[in-house]
Nanobody, 115 residues
């Protein structure tokens, strides 16, 4: 079982930046995917960005060119650098770990983009 702890959420003005972190612990083996999903009030959870331990990435259309995912495999940590934030980026951001069809989720961190 994998445990995930997110950090870095908060309140930011439109156009600002935030960096989220997610540290994984537990039964972590190679060939896995770590990343971020988000859920805004009244909406379904959606993909933000994911990254394999080999370095391949996949981004949601709404964040391409603004958000960058990275990871430190030695620390079992994934990061999300969010730039040019918009009010519509307001959501709870969840860290996700997937391997061989099994997934773990963090508790989420709230990001609010507002002036």
């Amino acid at each position: 079982q994998v445990q995930l702890v997110e950090s870095g959420g908060g309140l930011v003005q439109p156009g600002g930046s935030l960096r989220l972190s997610c540290a994984a612990s537990g039964s972590i083996f190679s060939i896995n995917v770590m990343g971020w999903y988000r859920q805004a009030p009244g909406k379904e959870r959606e993909l933000v960005a994911v990254m394999t331990d080999g370095g391949s990435t996949n981004y949601g259309d709404s964040v391409k060119g603004r958000f960058t995912i990275s990871r430190d495999n030695a620390k079992n940590t994934v990061y999300l650098q969010m730039n040019s934030l918009k009010p519509e980026d307001t959501a709870v951001y969840y860290c996700n770990f997937r391997r061989l069809g099994q997934a773990s989720w963090g508790k989420g961190t709230l990001v609010t983009v507002s002036s």
